[in-house]
């Protein structure tokens, strides 16, 4: 028990270290503009694959139906530093918590490129369900993912030790 | 495995109508327990805050002060992890109950944080003359934070303290 709140103590710690700096105008400007801008990309030429004509300008990406622009929080950035807190916090080897940060990394941008396309046809379809998709639904996902992943991990962390 | 995953998916839905049906009702709770603390507050004219659809309506009562418009229901959707994630290992309500009074304190105290971040960064000169700038980057930074990653952090640090009386891991 007291293992688990030197963990969440832990964990907290490396949240606030993590995000709080996400509130600079150099963090704002150098990591999370660029991350938004690639995954307009990516997204862009996803949904160019399904059929949507889109255009894609830095984090902007527009059709004659809808816009979106990606901004702090829908990046993925947040629940990925969220991910890295928690595995970090965790007693694991070092090998273990690369591995892991890696995959999670990896797994939340996928999903949350998911999240952003498929955001994108909502809004362009079905433009009354875009702000419950946007918040409630996809970030529940998204930070669920997260926390799913970590406890999966944590759990195979502890047999192997 | 599949068991489980459907558990989360249930509760997760199960979190997901609660939410969104009960917001309205839930909005006027939370509207009450924030304005009875943000009393304290004298700059705000011992506001009244009531529900409006999925919004919460801030209004001072004792002199001219700006009203605000707080979309309440964005601070309290982590209720659908909390569902989700507990209905994965049934048999815990006790847990789950407590977990449910922490997210509902954090709730009230989000709402204030919001209040007040608005207050004192979209009223123009009223902001400026009413908060120093180190309070009105402490609000937003304070909202910030939360919304980003705080509300589900409470969530999983529930979770997580619930199940203190398995092995570690999950």
């Known amino acids: ?161 | 495995m599949p068991l489980r995953a459907l558990r989360f998916i249930a509760g997760a839905a199960a979190g997901f109508l609660f939410w969104w049906y009960a917001t309205p009702v839930y909005n006027d709770a939370l509207g009450a327990a924030a304005a009875q603390i943000l009393q304290i507050d004298k700059r705000l004219c011992g506001p009244r805050a009531d529900a409006i659809d999925r919004n919460v309506f801030v209004q001072p009562r004792l002199c001219v002060v700006p009203t605000a418009t707080i979309p309440a229901d964005q601070l309290t959707y982590n209720i659908i992890l909390l569902a989700a994630l507990f209905a994965m290992r049934g048999r815990n309500i006790l847990a789950f109950i407590a977990s449910c009074v922490v997210v509902i304190v954090t709730h009230v105290l989000s709402l204030i944080v919001s209040i007040e971040s608005t207050y004192a960064n979209t009223n123009g000169v009223w902001s400026t003359q009413h908060y120093s700038l180190f309070e009105r980057q402490l609000w937003i930074s304070t909202e910030f934070f939360w919304r980003l990653a705080g509300m589900f952090a409470i969530v999983f640090a529930c979770w997580w303290i619930a199940q203190s009386s398995r092995k570690p891991g999950v």
């Open chain 1, 1 to 161: 028990m007291r293992s688990r709140w030197t963990f969440l103590l832990r964990f907290a710690v490396l949240l606030a270290v993590f995000e709080l700096p996400l509130l600079t105008d150099p963090a704002d400007r150098y990591v999370a503009r660029p991350l938004s801008s690639s995954i307009a990309a990516a997204s862009g030429a996803l949904l160019g694959a399904i059929g949507e004509r889109v255009i894609v300008r830095g984090t902007i990406i527009t059709a004659p139906c809808f816009a979106v622009d990606i901004q702090n929080g829908c990046n993925g950035l947040e629940t990925m530093l969220f991910l890295v807190a928690a595995v970090l916090a965790f007693p694991a080897t070092a090998r273990q918590r690369l591995l892991a940060t890696l995959l999670g990394i990896l797994l939340i941008q996928a999903v949350n490129l998911v999240r952003v396309t498929s955001l994108f046809v909502v809004g362009c379809h079905r433009r009354a369900w875009f702000e419950s998709f946007h918040l409630a639904i996809w970030q529940t996902i998204v930070f669920a993912t997260a926390v799913l992943f970590f406890a999966a991990w944590s759990r195979r962390a502890v047999a192997r030790a």
